[in-house]
């Protein structure tokens, strides 16, 4: 179980955009998840798994009783806190030896931001437009 939901990428991504007894809307995770550049259905997917597993509860909000809003139980944080370790580890052997690990990051994260900004605004474009835009 653990390792079906640490696996996925969402999956960890709303659990480390939690803080620790932090409400959260759903509206804005699922905006999150957009902006990811994954799907609406695949959030719901995985939220109702982090649900169905306890790792996260949903309760209607308190000042609007139409939106419901997310938490982290106590077993999520736990399996967050563990998850942890293991995306550390991940990132040590994916980069290896080097020293420049500063500015590699620095590097993803605006490969990130460029293919994010495409994916959401072009996403059902052919390759061949999407080329001629970044020419």
Known sequence: M???????????????????????????VFSAIECSGHEKLTGTQILKRLLD??????????ADKRSKTLKLTEKGEA??????EKVDMTSQ????????????????????EF????????KNSEVTRIFELIR
């Open 53 to 62: 597993y306890g790792l996260i509860e949903e309760r209607h909000d308190e």
């Open 2 to 28: 653990e390792d079906d939901i640490i696996n996925i990428e969402i999956g960890y991504g709303f659990i480390s955009g939690q803080e620790a007894g932090k409400r959260r809307r759903r509206n804005k």
């Open 93 to 112: 052997v994916l980069s290896g030896s080097l020293n420049e690990k500063d500015q590699l990051l620095v590097l993803l994260r605006k490969l990130n």
């Open 115 to 122: 293919h994010a900004h495409l994916y959401s605004e072009h």
């Open 79 to 84: 399996m967050f806190h563990q998850s942890v």
